[in-house]
C-alpha cells in the first residue's frame, strides 16, 4: 500500500517542450488534487478531479489533465515555460478530516 | 485577501525549549478544519495535527499543540520540548466546509521555517 506515488521525482525540461508529470494513488479516494510549491508561496491548488472521468471546469494555462481512472491524475504541461519550474505535489484527502495525502513531488525545472 | 496568513517567515528556537508558530484565517464558512503540516528538507509533507471549527478543546498531539482561538480566527501550533528534528518548514492550512464531506482542496500559508539550535 504505496499510498500516492509520483514520478518522476526531478526533471528538467526546456522551454516549449512537453512532458507529463504522473500521479498514481492505491487508496481508492476520489478526488485527487495537484499542488505547486514554490519558495516563500506555500502550497498553491492547481487542480483536482472528482472522480473517474471528472475534472473542474477551469484548467490553468499551460497545463492539461485527465482523469481516466480512479487511480492515475497525470499533469501534462503543453507547452512548458520558465514560469511553471516549481515542486509540483499530488495529493488526495483522507477521511474523516479531508486532510490532503501527500505524494513525494516532482522538482521540475524549465529552462 | 490572504486566507492563511503565516507572518512569521523563520523562527529560531533552542532545543528543549518551547515554541509558538502564527497562523491566522479568514474564511465566512460556519465548518471548517485547519491543520499544520511539516516539511523537512527532504521535502516530504507530513501532516502534524487538526483542529475542526465546532472542537471546543485545542488539539494535541504529542509535543505539538494547536491553540485554537475562534474569536480571533488564530490556530497557533505550538512544539513543547523542541528537538533539533524538528528543524523544517511548517505550513497552516484551512479546509472550508464540513468534515467528511468527501472533498477538499486546502488554502495554506506561506510556511514559516524553524530552526531548532543545540
Known amino acids: 500500500n504505496a499510498g500516492v506515488t509520483q514520478t518522476p521525482k526531478f526533471h528538467i525540461l526546456k522551454t516549449g517542450q512537453s512532458m507529463t508529470l504522473q500521479c498514481a494513488q492505491d487508496?481508492?479516494?476520489?478526488?485527487m488534487s495537484w499542488y505547486r510549491q514554490d519558495p516563500g508561496m506555500g502550497l498553491r491548488l492547481i487542480y483536482y478531479s472528482a472522480a473517474a472521468g471528472t475534472t473542474d471546469k477551469e484548467v490553468p494555462n499551460g497545463y492539461n489533465v485527465s482523469r481516466l481512472n480512479t487511480e492515475d491524475f497525470p499533469l501534462r504541461l503543453v507547452s512548458a515555460a520558465p514560469s511553471q519550474t516549481s515542486v509540483y505535489l499530488c495529493?488526495?484527502?483522507?477521511?474523516?478530516?479531508?486532510?490532503?495525502?501527500f505524494g513525494p513531488g516532482t522538482r521540475l525545472t524549465v529552462l | 485577501a490572504q486566507k492563511i496568513t503565516q507572518t512569521q517567515p523563520g523562527m529560531f528556537v533552542q532545543e528543549k525549549e518551547a515554541v509558538t508558530l502564527d497562523c491566522t484565517y479568514d474564511?465566512?464558512?460556519?465548518?471548517?478544519?485547519l491543520f499544520w503540516y511539516k516539511q523537512p528538507s527532504s521535502g516530504e509533507m507530513i501532516f502534524l495535527i487538526y483542529q475542526g471549527s465546532y472542537d471546543e478543546q485545542n488539539a494535541t498531539e504529542g509535543r505539538y499543540s494547536l491553540n485554537f482561538q475562534k474569536a480571533r480566527k488564530s490556530a497557533n501550533l505550538v512544539i513543547s520540548a523542541s528537538q533539533l528534528g524538528d528543524s523544517a518548514m511548517y505550513f497552516c492550512a484551512m479546509r472550508e466546509g464540513p468534515e467528511n464531506s468527501g472533498y477538499s482542496t486546502l488554502t495554506f500559508g506561506k510556511g514559516t521555517m524553524l530552526l531548532v539550535s543545540p
Open positions: 495529493a488526495n484527502p483522507t477521511n474523516p478530516y479531508n486532510e490532503q495525502f
Open positions: 474564511t465566512s464558512d460556519q465548518s471548517y478544519g
Open positions: 487508496m481508492n479516494h476520489g478526488y
